[in-house]
T-cell receptor
């Protein structure tokens, strides 16, 4: 099941720089997209989301961009901080559904 | 801050044995979910539960799986006869409203190892 795909399994970035995480999807029925963050030994926690009627949503240091025609979304973290080191999951949901479809995750390491 | 509690954190069992994974959702939440993540793979939806019945389930959630809310606080996932491929981290989640995935709270997970 490759409906949601994160092609970069890992990303290393210097503190203060921008982290860009990418996510692609294939199911055109997805209408809502979310990013979750996961630390070791913890469950995923919600980070930021975007509706398919928007192309950008910003919350502090986190911005999500959606390109519907390309079926692509990205998460920008700027500036990156060491506490941002975690696994980030992209997830999507259809208008009628109640289940999240996750990507495989991207492990981010922010170096001090 | 309220949290979803899962017990045990680790469970080791023999193939063919029954296991029950336990979850205590946040007290005023009405929607409950189980997800799992096999090592190296994606987090996958198993089942959603509302008003004492399953509202949606995935193909993974076959007859070997069942869920129950035996009292007002616990939400359990039972696997009747475990297989090697059931080894995974199982996450319970809950929300106050349906489709409220911004306020979907996950537990820390139960790591199930089937030998």
């Amino acid at each position: 099941d490759q409906q949601v795909k994160q092609n970069s399994p890992s990303l290393s970035v210097q503190e203060g720089r921008i982290s860009i995480l990418n996510c692609d999807y294939t199911n055109s029925m997805f209408d809502y997209f979310l990013w979750y963050k996961k630390y070791p030994a913890e469950g995923p926690t919600f980070l930021i989301s975007i509706s398919s009627i928007k192309d950008k949503n910003e919350d502090g240091r986190f911005t999500v961009f959606l390109n519907k025609s390309a079926k692509h979304l990205s998460l920008h973290i700027v500036p990156s901080q060491p506490g941002d080191s975690a696994v980030y999951f992209c997830a999507a949901i259809t208008a009628a559904g109640n289940k999240l479809t996750f990507g495989g995750g991207t492990r981010v390491l922010v170096k001090p | 801050e309220p949290e979803v509690t899962q017990t045990p954190s680790h469970q080791v069992t023999q193939m063919g044995q029954e296991v029950i994974l336990r979850c205590v959702p946040i007290s005023n939440h009405l929607y409950f979910y189980w997800y799992r993540q096999i090592l190296g793979q994606k987090v996958e939806f198993l089942v959603s539960f509302y008003n004492n019945e399953i509202s949606e389930k995935s193909e993974i959630f076959d007859d070997q799986f069942s869920v129950e809310r035996p009292d007002g606080s616990n939400f359990t996932l039972k696997i009747r006869s475990t297989k090697l491929e059931d080894s995974a981290m199982y996450f319970c989640a809950s929300s106050e409203r349906g489709r409220d995935h911004e306020k979907l709270f996950f537990g820390s997970g139960t790591q199930l190892s089937v030998l």
